[in-house]
């Protein structure tokens, strides 16, 4: 698949496209990204045995065609982003792993890449909806997903880790 783009004048010189989630370039976003989530759900630093512990405990090698894809948003051939889907049932796909490096925020690199999950969702994963969970503490993605149409619905997981789920038709 080559780059999805879709257009936020913020975004200017940002490009998505999927990358293997086995890629050491995957795992070093993916470690960034639970990183940041256990220090945020904890409110205390963490360390890499703890970081090691959650990667073998939320594996993330499902999200590669036919069940899933893995994007990865870059500038300048730099990572600063990704967003992974699986396919949850045969019209519903499940974005997860949402994560925007510190460096990359307030670029509009949130935004592109939730719009090109959602198009790898419609037009590769086939999908008529999509949906997601997130936590109470991260206000900044429960906003980001109000703001792209998705709305709250009644828990389809029983993550321990999820406060919130949301649902956005796609067709």
């Known amino acids: 698949m080559g780059p999805v783009t879709t257009y936020d004048p913020r975004a200017a010189g940002w490009t998505v496209a999927a990358h293997p989630v086995s890629d050491p370039e995957?795992?070093?976003?993916?470690?960034?990204?639970?990183?940041?989530?256990?220090?945020?759900?904890?409110?205390?630093?963490?360390?890499?045995?703890?970081?090691?512990?959650?990667?073998?405990?939320?594996?993330?090698?499902?999200?590669?065609?036919?069940?899933g894809e893995f994007l990865v948003a870059r500038r300048g051939g730099v990572p600063g982003g990704c967003v992974g889907l699986r396919v949850l049932d045969r019209d519903t796909a499940e974005l997860t792993r949402m994560?925007?490096?510190?460096?990359?925020?307030?670029?509009?690199?949130?935004?592109?890449?939730?719009?090109?999950?959602?198009?790898?969702?419609?037009?590769?994963l086939r999908a008529r909806r999509i949906r997601l969970d997130t936590r109470k503490d991260l206000v900044e993605a429960r906003a980001l997903y109000a703001g792209h149409g998705y709305r709250e619905i009644a828990a389809y997981n029983d993550s321990p880790y999820a406060d919130h789920w949301f649902e956005k038709p796609l067709r």
């Open 99 to 124: 994560f925007v490096a510190g460096e990359a925020r307030r670029q509009g690199v949130a935004r592109l890449l939730v719009g090109a999950a959602e198009t790898v969702a419609r037009d590769i």
């Open 26 to 67: 995957s795992a070093t976003l993916l470690r960034r990204y639970y990183t940041e989530l256990i220090v945020r759900y904890h409110g205390r630093p963490t360390d890499d045995d703890e970081v090691d512990a959650v990667l073998a405990q939320e594996p993330s090698d499902d999200l590669t065609l036919p069940g």
